[in-house]
T-cell receptor, first 113, second 114 residues
Framework: DTEVTQTPKHLVMGMTNKKSLKCEQH?????MYWYKQKAKKPPELMFV???????INESVPSRFSPECPNSSLLNLHLHALQPEDSALYLC????????????FGPGTRLTVT | AQSVTQLDSQVPVFEEAPVELRCNYS??????LFWYVQYPNQGLQLLLK??????LVESINGFEAEFNKSQTSFHLRKPSVHISDTAEYFC????????????FGKGTKLTVNP
């Protein structure tokens, strides 16, 4: 099973809302990632968790707050977003964080109004 | 730092024609190489990977890629494409033994026409 699941598939939120994106994998992977992808662009790395600890934050604004409650679950908490934050948010996981292939979820299409 | 160049942003081909999507990378150390495919409104799917061993790697749906260390390339090929191969293809690299980051190329949009 090489599946990474993400919920919700679509999310529309206002600039004052608080919402969360959820990602789950049951492959025993110990690294999990959040990416942001704009139309016709490659994914941009946001955060990396390795063994449930945040190891990389690519200078992401604080209105995005990641959380890794356990080795199978990754959340992205959203608060006071801007319209330019509208994008496809992708979660990925890999066996370990260094050099292993990453498996991506289907993404959450976020629209900020 | 490593970088990835996908030389063609768009590649239109006719069904059953052969195709090559080009990928070159730059790195001062050894790398792992990947091709990902993204169909419209979907996430990325791992198409194939080169970690070590044989420089020619194949996927289950007829794609293959060859790692060429001297030319720092990892071009993707398919001898006969189908309409269903229409998608965005991303080449990516990560450093052997050291990096948590996957560096992507800008992508190549393959459009297969009937």
């Amino acid at each position: 099973d090489t599946e990474v699941t993400q919920t919700p598939k679509h999310l529309v939120m206002g600039m004052t809302n608080k919402k969360s994106l959820k990602c789950e994998q049951h492959m025993g992977h110990r690294a999990m990632y959040w990416y942001k992808q704009k139309a016709k662009k490659p994914p941009e790395l946001m955060f990396v968790y390795s063994y449930e600890k945040l190891s990389i934050n690519e200078s992401v604004p604080s209105r995005f707050s990641p959380e890794c409650p356990n080795s199978s679950l990754l959340n992205l908490h959203l608060h006071a977003l801007q319209p330019e934050d509208s994008a496809l948010y992708l979660c990925a996981s890999s066996l370990h964080s260094q050099g292993w292939e990453q498996y991506f979820g289907p993404g959450t299409r976020l629209t900020v109004t | 730092a490593q970088s990835v160049t996908q030389l063609d942003s768009q590649v239109p081909v006719f069904e059953e024609a052969p195709v090559e999507l080009r990928c070159n990378y730059s790195s001062s150390v050894s790398v792992y190489l990947f091709w990902y495919v993204q169909y419209p409104n979907q996430g990325l799917q791992l198409l194939l990977k080169y970690l070590s061993g044989s420089t020619l790697v194949e996927s289950i749906n007829g794609f293959e890629a060859e790692f060429n260390k001297s030319q720092t390339s990892f071009h993707l090929r398919k001898p006969s494409v189908h309409i269903s191969d229409t998608a965005e293809y991303f080449c990516a690299v990560s450093l052997q033994g050291g990096s948590e980051k996957l560096v992507f190329g800008k992508g190549t949009k393959l459009t297969v026409n009937p």
